[in-house]
């Protein structure tokens, strides 16, 4: 079975910086692309940066500049730096991976997974 696990959130001040951290476990093949989203209370859940397997990354106008994705694959770990931080960053941030795993008893399969979120808040 297979977990993503976000870590690293928290409480800054604007200007400040936080990295997260999305860990993935179980029986994994290979992860493709993962996307960074965060939801702030009454707003939809936007996309914010995505890395491809291959570290290649994309990034919403809104954190271009600001932030920035790398994975580690040999730990199956993906990670959102995020510098200058401001009021408006405030939101539960999730990670959404493509991964490939292997089950003995359905063989390979690929399927997107969420992490549980993190919360990053910043104060002006």
């Known amino acids: 079975q297979v977990q993503l696990v976000e870590s690293g959130g928290g409480s800054v001040q604007a200007g400040g910086s936080l990295r997260l951290s999305c860990a993935a476990s179980?029986?994994?093949?290979?992860?493709?692309?993962v996307g960074w989203y965060r939801q702030a209370p009454g707003k939809q859940r936007e996309l914010v940066a995505m890395?491809?397997?291959?570290?290649?990354?994309n990034y919403a106008d809104s954190v271009k500049g600001r932030f920035t994705a790398s994975r580690d694959n040999a730990k199956n770990t993906v990670y959102l730096q995020m510098n200058s931080l401001q009021p408006e960053d405030t939101a539960v941030y999730y990670c959404?991976?493509?991964?490939?795993?292997?089950?003995?008893?359905?063989?390979?399969?690929?399927?997107?997974?969420w992490g549980q979120g993190t919360q990053v808040t910043v104060s002006s």
């Open positions: 890395i491809t397997s291959a570290g290649s990354a």
């Open positions: 959404n991976a493509e991964i490939r795993s292997y089950d003995s008893s359905r063989g390979s399969s690929v399927r997107g997974y």
């Open positions: 179980g029986s994994i093949v290979s992860i493709n692309n």
